[in-house]
Structures are given as structure tokens and as C-alpha cells.
């Protein structure tokens, strides 16, 4: 370990409850202490005392490209390529679309199964509202790259399952993509603070994200968007927002890019809330890739041993290998829903995917092997004493 680097967990980074297990970090991160106090002084001391002039004088308007840059490096960006705000849906579909420009003579979009819903619902909606011939295809995780065929001009795929946390190779895909003549676009909202990533390695076009899951911004907290940046400037972006535009303030009524990964910027930037993730950021100080990638191995096989001599009865629907997984770990149960709701009511958070997933994230800024062993011991009480079978346990939220 280097004298820069930070000893892992960090758990006096985070505002965690007393006695809580939260191994949901892949769903919400916690709440970075930092965080509550820079909002207060942003607050008070920008918005409350500077008003409009805040845009200027504080630099509101630069903070897109600020923490862009921040984010950037958490994913082996460049300075310069990575651009804040709106939703990861929005920045999918910008992307989306900008990679059906450059293969005008195309009609595949291809994605796997494994793929998060949102990402396939913005790929119906572009093709729908397009009505030029285009096509969906989804095929299996493992047949992604053997699927790169002429006749697709953008893989969508996200690198890490939400349901399993099984984790593509970002340098196969990628190049078995480009060998085909594919645009390569990468969701990294599973990725981003959780695993090492090298988009400037990997040579991809295009990757999104959001930030309230890994990288602790909090509900709400904007999504990235990043573009290769020798071809950004050859991007005519479908949402042509204002403050994509290269002189917003001359008001033209006719939309000119401005250079560069600006012109992905679409609407005024959700300044709170990136105030709120730029704090966040702050508990990557000294936090090497690397080393936070060998801890959640450790932690996330610790806990799979455990739960298979101790919770027999429940199936591992994670990959084996975890090289081939996130950091996330799910297990599988005709009783998964109400099993998962007795654990969070005895303070050991993880969440529930349908149809029978129990997911359980590994984080380890703020995890360590006491967490893993309380974790288990009660969920071995939860199944063993069946704690879960209780009505109130059945009763499903809307979310789950």
C-alpha cells in the first residue's frame, strides 16, 4: 500500500444508523457525513447570500464539468470527457441516439437480457419515435459478443447485472464490438465506484451513469455522461438543450453544439444536488481502485460461504468465479420478498428483485468482516426460526 492510499473501510466518512448492516449501497448509497453541512453552507452562503450572482460568482454554471471531471476519474476517463445532470435515462437516450447517427446505415440496436428495464424501455421509445426501420435485439449475457454482426450499428449493454452481479469484460465486448463495426455503449450505473473501469482504455464510444448508488450523491443525484473525446465533436446531439449550446447567453434562436462534451448538457444543472454529490466525493480521498475491488471480493466470498453452510435452502443465482461478478451477491427463495423484508426490519438492509432475488451489496468504504458474520448470523435466525413467515412480511411496497 502506498502512503497515499487510504486503509479500508472509511466507515467515519458516512452518517450510518447505529447497529444497521447495510449491504444496499448498490441500490443508495449512504450519506457521506461531509455532505449535510456543505448543503447548509451552499444554502446560506451561495444561494441565500449571492442569489442569481451564484452562477458567477460561485460558479454554479461550472459545476456540470467540475464533478464530471471528479466522477471521471473514478472510471478511467480523461479530463474533459465526462459531462453532469438529468437522469441516467435521459443520458441514455442522448447517447443512444447519437450512435444511430454514426451508423446511418444500420438497424440494430443490440442489449443483453441482463440489461436494467429503463435502458431497453428508452431504446423502444427512440426506435417508436424515429420510425425509421429500427430493431431491438436482445440475446443472452454470454452471447453478446458472438452477436456484434454488420447489421448492428450500437450495443447498449450495462457492465454489471442489477440482478445477479454478473460483470461483462469491458475490453472483450469492446473489441469484439469495433471488430464489427459496433458503436460500443456502456451503463455503468453498477460499475461506477464498484469495480475498476477504464473507459479510455477500452476504447468505447459512449458510457452513462448515475451516481446515487456507489458514489453516495444521494436520491436524485445526477447522471454522467461520457463521450470518447476524439469523435465528440462530431456529435449532433438529438436533445439540443440551451446549455448545450455554445454561446447560451447570445440567446440565438437557432441551436449551434458547443465544443467538446458540453454540448451533451441539456438543462439548467441541478445545483443542489451536485453540490450535495461533489461532497460525496470527498470519501474517495486516497481511496485506491484496486485495493476497494480485493476488499469487496473478500467480503462478498466470506459472505457466500457462510450463507451456503449456514442457509442451505437458498440458491446462489450469482456468478461463482467473482472475477465474472460486481459487487453485489444474490441469492434466490420461493419466500425471497418476505425473508429480505424481515432482515430490514431487524436492521440488515439489503432489497428484493422479482421474480425471487435477495441482493446484497458489498461496499467496502464502509464495510467490514463484522458486518458480513452479523449479517449472516441474522439471517440464519430470519430462516431457521422463520421470522418471515409473518403477514407483515407479505405486504408489498412499491418499492422493493
Not at 453478446?144 to 447498449?156: I, L, S
Amino acid at each position: 500500500m502506498t502512503p497515499e492510499t487510504t486503509a479500508l473501510p472509511v466507515k467515519d466518512r458516512f452518517d450510518l444508523p447505529p447497529g444497521m448492516v447495510y449491504l444496499d449501497g448498490n441500490s443508495l448509497g449512504p450519506l457521506p457525513r461531509a455532505v449535510p453541512a456543505r448543503l447548509a453552507e451552499m444554502v446560506r452562503d451561495e444561494w441565500g447570500a449571492h442569489l442569481i450572482k451564484g452562477w458567477n460568482v460561485d460558479d454554479w454554471m461550472g459545476q456540470p464539468a467540475r464533478v464530471g471531471d471528479r466522477v471521471g476519474r473514478l472510471i478511467g476517463a480523461p479530463a474533459g470527457s465526462v459531462t453532469m445532470g438529468d437522469t441516467l435515462s435521459v443520458k441514455v437516450y442522448q447517447a443512444l441516439s447519437a450512435a444511430l447517427q454514426m451508423r446511418p446505415d444500420r438497424k440494430v440496436i443490440l442489449t443483453d437480457s441482463g440489461n436494467f428495464p429503463s435502458d431497453i424501455y428508452m431504446a423502444e421509445g427512440l426506435i417508436r419515435h424515429l420510425g425509421a426501420g429500427h430493431a431491438l435485439r436482445i440475446v443472452a449475457p454470454e452471447e453478446v459478443a458472438q452477436a456484434m454482426t454488420d447489421e448492428v450499428a450500437v450495443a447498449m449493454i450495462t457492465q454489471v447485472d442489477y440482478r445477479s452481479g454478473r460483470m461483462h469484460d469491458m475490453g472483450d465486448v469492446t473489441a469484439a464490438a469495433q471488430a464489427a463495426g459496433v458503436v460500443m455503449l456502456w451503463d455503468l450505473a453498477h460499475s461506477a465506484g464498484a469495480v475498476p473501469v477504464d473507459l479510455a482504455g477500452s476504447g468505447c464510444e459512449f458510457a452513462v451513469g448515475c451516481t446515487y448508488k456507489y458514489l453516495n450523491g444521494g436520491p436524485g443525484a445526477p447522471a454522467f455522461i461520457y463521450v470518447r473525446p476524439d469523435l465528440v465533436d462530431t456529435i449532433d446531439p438529438v436533445l439540443s438543450g440551451w446549455l448545450g449550446h455554445e454561446r447560451p447567453f447570445d440567446f440565438d434562436l437557432s441551436y449551434t453544439p458547443a465544443p467538446g462534451v458540453e454540448r451533451m448538457r441539456v438543462g439548467t444543472p441541478p445545483v443542489l444536488q451536485l453540490t450535495a454529490l461533489d461532497a460525496a466525493l470527498d470519501v474517495w480521498d486516497g481511496v485506491d481502485m484496486a485495493d476497494l475491488r480485493r476488499r469487496s471480493i473478500a467480503l462478498s466470498e466470506l459472505f457466500i460461504a457462510q450463507v451456503e453452510v449456514r442457509c442451505p435452502g437458498l440458491r446462489l443465482a450469482s456468478p461463482r468465479d467473482p472475477a465474472a461478478r460486481g459487487t453485489q451477491v444474490s441469492f434466490a427463495s420461493d419466500n425471497s420478498y418476505a425473508m429480505m423484508q424481515a432482515l430490514i426490519a431487524r436492521d440488515v438492509v439489503g432489497d428484493f428483485r422479482a421474480p425471487d432475488l435477495m441482493r446484497f451489496g458489498f461496499t467496502p468504504l464502509y464495510l467490514d468482516e463484522g458486518d458480513i458474520h452479523r449479517a449472516v448470523d441474522v439471517l440464519t435466525d430470519v430462516i431457521d426460526n422463520r421470522l418471515w413467515d409473518d403477514p407483515a412480511y407479505l405486504q408489498k411496497s412499491r418499492v422493493t
